[in-house]
Each structure stands twice: as C-alpha cells, then as structure tokens.
C-alpha cells in the first residue's frame, strides 16, 4: 500500500465500531478490533517508502489569482442577495467572517 493505505483500514474500523456501538452489538475482541492495529502498520510501512523526487513548483501568470476571485465574487454575490432575501445566518458567516447578522 502507498502512504495513504491507512485511510480506508482506519476510516473502515472507525466506522464499523461507531456503528456496532450505536447498535450495541459490539464487543472487545472480535475481529474489528484488529483493524486499528493493521492502521497502524500501514502507517509504519509508509515510513518505509522511497521519497518521490521534489517538482518545482510554478507560482506566476494569472491562473494563480482565478480561484481567490471567483471565491470573492462568490461572498459578494451572497451579501447582495442577503440584503434582499432573508438566508441563512450561515451563510452570511461564511461570506463575510466580521459582518453583523
């Protein structure tokens, strides 16, 4: 497994046992239980692999600013329709951290 052979074994064992417990069928020592050691050991087989060689990585031209602006355009676009329609405090949070709702 590559360095993020673990996820699916620990989100696997994590989420049957939240699921056995809220059903109260789960007991110590059935085989779940060996999921979070065999995790564990995914995660120390990882430690093992060979470091991929680094990429340079390009920080220039316009592509660079198309993601923030259109998030911005976004957050204005949900003040304006708040000032016209009643949302979600939420969304009113999300589109302006220091507004007062």
């Not at 989100?11 to 059935?30: N, R, W």
């Not at 999921?35 to 692999?49: D, K, N, R, Y």
Request: a neutral charge.
């Amino acid at each position: 497994m590559g360095s993020a052979g673990h996820r699916p074994v620990l989100g696997g064992a994590d989420i049957a046992f939240f699921v056995l417990s809220a059903t109260d069928v789960y007991f110590e020592g059935s085989l779940l239980d060996l999921l979070w050691p065999a995790a564990m050991l995914t995660i120390g087989h990882a430690a093992w692999q060979a470091i991929p060689p680094r990429r340079d990585i390009r920080l220039d031209g316009a592509g660079l600013f198309v993601v923030p602006c259109l998030v911005a355009m976004l957050a204005l676009a949900v003040l304006a329709v708040s000032s016209f329609r009643t949302l979600s405090p939420v969304a009113s949070v999300l589109a302006a951290p220091r507004s007062r709702w």
